[in-house]
């Protein structure tokens, strides 16, 4: 397998303009649609054991039950929900359109767009490329799909699974690196979707503008957890640890720093290292912990932690207390980096002036719930909340003070997985949203249609204004 063969620039847009001829020659129906989807899915269903390989060989590995959890369960999940819908998401809407307008009647009727394009990530290379792609073509469009370079095995066997399942002409996938992923942005997409980091994002929204392109963009941002002083310590530690911890923090909706009232702040981190120790034990080489993507992504995490010690903050790693030097650097060679814990760094603070993306936990003690509130409220608005209380004014309270892309009550990262729940984020976490009818939805036009009757009263709205039609305008605009 060849995985370092960039896609030429110069068929970029030449392959663009191929699945737009083809879209405008035969805009797929419902049949066409529903028959992509079933084979998608049994395609999909029949190399689960090759994305798995593919996926651990681009991160040096990762747990096979986060691999069949974030991308195999959400993916089919994804493709059976909007089977399942398909012909009701299609479907003409109807529409009021009031008195005045009577005897007319409106509808919107949604249509696909034409050429979608998807610019997906690398920390859940097959998720975040292929549920965008799903709604794109329950939709009814064409996709042309670059997948990012930093898991190139990955993109190589969806561009495979994808060739098998959709003719050229339907589905394409471009690979390469940003110089190839900066010439795809600047495209003229009908749509374009980007998932990554908000500094990236930036650029592709300025590549798509002077072609005026829709964009969607899934972003990130720091995300937090608030547990209220009413909320049960253990169980609040094991849910943000899996909210954390899975795909090792390299998660854009992960848990990217804790507020806990004060007086339990040191109660609180007992509870995260006793849960992180029962998950990880010594961390001599663990099968359920993912390593870092890249040596670049490690060094930006270890330089984190590095600024933080070197500012006097308390640093725990409670899993690696039992190991020798040769496994410490055993564990940094395989890009191992430990579940680590900040204990209220300032705001200057590295690990509080970026999204984290990654094992490190930043824990924050506030005095009051108005205090923490004023801390989330201080920052960008994150792509996701998590606040944890038993007491349903504290949730309704930060709810009603907050704003965040989505929010998991009492939990983490589950409102990802609810496909009817519009996922995406606001301001610098993101533009636009997708999942379930919402995807369907962002890539349509929600078309409005008005039908006018044989004989309507607007055949009257001529000049000259008066008499009877002076006061049919009047009265129209009272």
């Known amino acids: 397998m060849d995985i370092t063969a960039d896609t030429p620039l110069d068929e970029l847009a030449a392959t663009r303009e191929r699945l737009s001829q083809a879209w405008l020659k035969n805009k797929p129906d419902h049949a066409q649609r529903r028959a992509d989807l079933v084979r998608l899915r049994d395609a999909f269903r029949a190399r689960i054991a090759s994305m798995d390989a593919a996926i651990r060989a681009d991160f040096g590995h990762r747990s096979q039950h986060e691999n069949l959890l974030s991308e195999a369960m959400i993916v089919l999940a994804e493709i059976d929900h909007a089977l399942g819908h398909l012909r009701r998401w299609m479907r003409p809407r109807r529409a009021a359109v009031g008195w005045r307008f009577w005897p007319a009647s409106a509808q919107i009727r949604p249509e696909p767009v034409g050429v979608v394009g998807i610019l997906s990530p690398w920390n859940y290379p097959v998720n975040l490329a292929l549920v965008p792609l799903v709604s794109a073509i329950a939709a009814g469009n064409h996709v042309y799909l670059k997948p990012s370079e930093h898991a190139p095995r990955t993109s190589m066997w969806m561009r495979e699974l994808l060739s098998e399942v959709f003719p050229a002409d339907r589905v394409a996938v471009a690979l390469g690196g940003p110089e190839v992923g900066s010439a795809f942005a ?20 300025a590549a798509a503008a002077p072609n005026l392109t829709p964009v969607t963009l899934e972003l990130g941002g720091k995300a937090p957890a608030i547990v209220c002083a009413d909320y049960p310590l253990d169980r609040a530690a094991a849910r943000i640890a899996t909210g954390k911890w899975f795909n090792a923090g390299q ?13 339990r702040r040191d109660a609180f981190v007992e509870a995260m290292q006793a849960e992180l120790r029962s998950r990880y034990g ?6 359920d912990y993912t390593r870092i993507i890249n040596d670049g992504q490690f060094a930006r995490l270890r330089g984190y932690v590095d600024d933080a010690r070197a500012r006097g903050l308390t640093v725990l790693e409670p899993v690696t207390q039992n190991l020798d030097d040769a ?19 300032p705001r200057d603070a590295e690990v509080m002036r970026h999204e984290i993306f990654g094992p490190i936990l930043p824990v924050l003690s506030y005095r009051t719930l108005d205090e923490a509130i004023a801390q989330v409220q201080s920052l ?99």
Request: hydrophobic share 40%; glycine share 10%.
């Open 327 to 345: 496994a410490r650097v055993r564990n940094a060679q395989d890009r191992l980096f430990p579940p680590t814990l900040v204990l209220d760094p």
């Open 186 to 205: 600047g495209l003229p997409f009908d749509h374009l979707l980007f998932t990554g980091s908000t500094a990236v994002g930036r650029k592709v929204m």
């Open 282 to 287: 010594d961390f001599n080489a663990p099968t």
């Open 380 to 478: 960008e608005r994150p792509l996701a909340l998590y606040p944890f209380s038993g007491d349903n004014a504290n949730i309704e309270k930060i709810l009603a003070n907050t704003l965040s892309g989505g929010v998991t009550v009492n939990d983490t990262l589950l409102h990802f997985g609810a496909h009817d729940l519009p996922f995406g984020g606001i301001g610098p976490s993101g533009i636009g949203a997708i999942h379930g009818r919402t995807g369907f939805d962002t890539f349509s036009k929600l078309l409005p249609v008005f039908r006018q009757r044989r004989m309507a009263a607007s055949d009257l709205l001529k000049p000259p204004y008066s008499g009877a039609i002076d006061k049919m305008v009047r009265w129209l605009a009272k």
């Open 251 to 263: 998660t854009c909706i992960g848990v990217d720093y804790v507020l806990i009232d004060a007086a």
